[in-house]
């Protein structure tokens, strides 16, 4: 990727605060409520519960922005996919079994066409990611949301000695697994960017066969199937690349997470950076740039997790606190 953010441009290159979402903001509201009631998370990715002999895992999310897209093109037939894929891969990262879902729609008014396609996108994913629907709520509030919420909730288990141990070791291996495009994260700078001179009905530059409303919507890949070639080669931590993009890496450790082999970026990320002269650091600060999921894995193991997936080794762990990655050095 480029900057392409060019000091003469009459406009103004785009940031994800200035569009409405700041990351270190919502970090530090997120870390004052768990302050507030005294939670101490278990793992980065998942709180844990002691049941005996293993553990009850619990992960929550929702699709976010990616929802307005959606709505504008009126198709929810993979918003579903997204919704499930946030959380289960959230206990993946945490070395845990996703095992049953529950999700929560909100909505201002019924509409029968968008709650049939979201529950065939869930039953996609579910399928995908081998869960369970124990159940769920559609909360019709006029008065509290306007147009519709998607999110869920997604229960784990595992042994106490299969959990990850979550924290990277100098030395280790990074191997990367693609991503689908850009998922459920960035959306609200990725939405802005590609409206400011195209609709979402036009025809996608890099493949005119599909529209940028379809490309946008691509469902975000679901990685439980990396859960059992993570064990079997001893991965040691692992980061679900969303909010936050390649600053992720940092929830495996205070390191330096040197990636000097990444994984293409999709054309999606080159279409949302010109359209939107965004930086490249800005890019990846917010976007997966072509990689969904990272595992911090010994060397000597790593080319054994690579033949059991579609990853590479993309990098290593070094002395430090920073990911480097495309002549890029981030904190």
Same mark, same amino acid.
């Given at each position: 990727? @480029?900057?392409?953010?060019?000091?003469?441009?009459?406009?103004?290159?785009?940031?994800?605060? %200035?569009?409405g979402v700041?990351?270190?903001?919502?970090?530090?509201?997120?870390?004052?409520?768990?302050?507030?009631?005294?939670?101490?998370?278990?793992?980065?990715?998942?709180?844990l519960?002691?049941?005996?002999?293993r553990?009850?895992?619990?992960?929550?999310?929702? =699709?976010?922005?990616?929802?307005?897209?959606a709505?504008? =093109?009126r198709?929810?037939?993979?918003?579903?996919?997204?919704c499930?894929?946030?959380?289960?891969?959230?206990? =993946?990262?945490a070395?845990?079994?996703?095992v049953?879902?529950?999700?929560?729609?909100?909505?201002?008014?019924?509409?029968?066409?968008?709650t049939?396609?979201?529950?065939?996108?869930l039953?996609?994913?579910?399928? *995908?990611?081998?869960?369970?629907?124990?159940?769920g709520?559609?909360?019709?509030?006029? *008065?509290?949301?306007?147009?519709?919420?998607l999110?869920?909730?997604?229960a784990?288990?595992?042994?106490?000695?299969?959990?990850?141990?979550?924290?990277?070791?100098?030395?280790?291996?990074?191997?990367g697994?693609?991503?689908?495009?850009?998922?459920?994260?960035?959306?609200t700078?990725? /939405?802005?960017?590609?409206?400011?001179?195209? %609709?979402?009905?036009?025809?996608?530059p890099?493949?005119?066969?599909? @529209?940028?409303?379809?490309?946008?919507?691509r469902?975000? /890949?679901?990685?439980?199937?990396?859960?059992?070639?993570?064990r079997d080669?001893?991965?040691?931590?692992?980061?679900?690349?969303?909010?936050?993009?390649?600053?992720?890496?940092?929830?495996?450790?205070?390191?330096?997470?040197?990636?000097?082999?990444?994984?293409p970026?999709?054309? =999606?990320f080159?279409?949302?950076?010109?359209?939107?002269?965004?930086s490249d *650091?800005?890019?990846?600060r917010?976007?997966?740039m072509?990689?969904?999921?990272?595992?911090?894995?010994?060397?000597? /193991?790593?080319?054994?997790?690579?033949?059991?997936?579609?990853?590479?080794?993309?990098? /290593?762990?070094e002395?430090?606190?920073?990911?480097?990655?495309?002549?890029?050095?981030?904190?």
């Open positions: 990727m @480029t900057d392409n953010a060019d000091e003469g441009s009459e406009t103004e290159g785009l940031t994800y605060a %200035e569009t700041d990351i270190e903001a919502s970090e530090d509201a997120t870390a004052a409520l768990l302050e507030a009631f005294g939670s101490d998370l278990t793992t980065e990715y998942a709180g519960l002691d049941i005996g002999d553990y009850l895992a619990l992960a929550t999310d929702g =699709v976010g922005t990616k929802l307005l897209v709505e504008a =093109v198709d929810f037939s993979t918003i579903g996919i997204d499930i894929a946030m959380n289960a891969n959230d206990l =993946v990262a070395g845990v079994e996703p049953a879902f529950v999700d929560y729609l909100a909505i201002d008014e019924p509409d029968d066409d968008l049939n396609e979201i529950g065939e996108g039953a996609v994913g579910l399928e *995908e990611a081998d869960l369970t629907l124990l159940g709520e559609t909360a019709v509030m006029p *008065e509290v949301v306007s147009g519709f919420d999110a869920g909730t997604c784990g288990l595992a042994d106490k000695d299969a959990i990850l141990e979550g924290e990277a070791r100098v030395g280790d291996a990074l191997v697994v693609p991503s689908n495009g850009i998922h459920s994260n960035g959306l700078l990725a /939405r802005e960017a590609v409206t400011r001179d195209h %609709e979402y009905a036009d025809p996608f890099p493949n005119p066969d599909v @529209t940028i409303g379809e490309e946008l919507l469902p975000t /890949r679901i990685y439980a199937d990396l859960l059992e070639p993570m080669h001893g991965a040691r931590a692992a980061a679900h690349v969303t909010g936050g993009g390649w600053t992720n890496l940092s929830r495996m450790g205070e390191h330096r997470y040197v990636i000097d082999d990444p994984l970026a999709q054309p =999606v080159g279409f949302v950076q010109d359209e939107g002269e965004v *650091e800005e890019m990846h917010t976007f997966n072509g990689t969904g999921f990272v595992v911090a894995v010994p060397e000597d /193991r790593a080319d054994g997790l690579v033949d059991a997936t579609d990853g590479r080794v993309i990098g /290593r762990v002395d430090g606190d920073s990911v480097e990655i495309r002549g890029l050095s981030m904190s």
